[in-house]
């Protein structure tokens, strides 16, 4: 009995942690489900994508200088600006970049912001 509740709980917590994971880039799995998006459906049948899922909105890369205060978490950095600090977001390629820059180290970076979180794209010491 104990062998069989363990095998379940184990199911269990693969299936939670799949569902709750992320894709490589970092982003949320959530529209990843496989259901059909609102619409007629029709262009999908055929095999063709609407103009709107097809196509990624620009986002526009910004410059910016301020002081490494440090890692929030894996993948979270906080910069001092003028405006007081900023969390900033990094990816998996700048992540040994970041494990090397000291708090306190003056930097420039490049960034997007997308739906209100920024994203570092590049980022050296001054």
């Known amino acids: 009995m104990k062998f069989w509740r363990l095998i379940g709980m184990w199911l269990l917590a693969v299936v939670l942690v799949t ?3 992320t894709t490589e880039d970092g982003q949320s799995n959530e529209n990843e489900s496989g ?3 609102q619409g ?3 262009d999908d049948q055929n095999g063709e994508q609407d103009e709107a899922t097809s196509e990624e909105p620009a986002t526009e890369q910004m410059t910016g200088e301020g002081t490494y205060n440090g890692q929030a978490d894996p993948h ?3 910069i001092e600006l003028e405006d007081g600090p900023q969390a900033f977001q990094i990816t998996e390629e700048l992540k040994d970049t970041v494990a090397n820059l000291k708090e306190g180290t003056e ?3 490049i960034y997007e912001e997308e739906e209100g979180t920024y994203y570092i794209k ?3 010491e001054k």
């Open 122 to 124: 590049s980022i050296q």
């Open 76 to 78: 979270t950095i906080e």
């Open 19 to 21: 569902a709750c994971g």
């Open 40 to 42: 007629s459906g029709a």
């Open 35 to 37: 259901m059909e998006e």
């Open 107 to 109: 930097i420039t970076f």
